[in-house]
């Protein structure tokens, strides 16, 4: 059978099985190839960077079916976009920006520029300064 390529749509489910089907070497170096089923039937093979970087039975996903050929569907999969509603206004994500100030206050302090003591007053001025922008 000739490789086949498919009209890309993306659609959400859940992992019903997956199993482990090899490795081969590409130019992004060593990739592991999975073979996914989905809670709605559909069964595609996959390829991860890491041997434990694929999706577990029961988590929800997003996959693409890519191609066919004589093994059956390629594609991808991914973690679902949390961020589409339906063309609502998009979903905006608390405690990002909070993370990030934090982290760059953490910063100041063992670069010696603040004291521990300024540590959240700082993270909270970053905070404002980012939520700003966004």
């Known amino acids: 059978m000739e490789t086949q390529t498919l009209e890309p749509k ?16 590409s130019a992004y170096g060593t ?5 996914y089923q989905m809670e709605d039937g559909t069964v595609l093979s996959a390829n991860h960077k890491s041997q434990d970087g694929f ?3 029961g988590e929800p996903i ?5 191609g066919k050929n004589a093994n059956g569907n390629y594609g ?14 998009p979903v905006v994500k608390k405690g990002g920006n909070a993370s ?4 760059y206050a953490k910063d100041l302090v063992a670069a010696g520029k603040i ?4 540590i959240l007053e700082t993270a909270e001025r970053f905070d404002n300064w980012l939520n700003t922008r966004s």
């Open 10 to 25: 993306t659609t959400e489910n859940k992992v019903k099985a997956v199993q482990p089907t090899g490795t081969y070497d």
């Open 55 to 57: 999706f577990k039975v």
């Open 62 to 66: 997003e996959y693409l079916v890519k």
């Open 100 to 103: 990030f100030a934090l982290s």
């Open 115 to 118: 004291d521990i003591k300024q």
């Open 31 to 35: 990739l592991f190839k999975f073979e």
């Open 76 to 89: 991808s999969v991914s973690k679902p976009n949390l961020n589409q509603n339906s063309g609502q206004s």
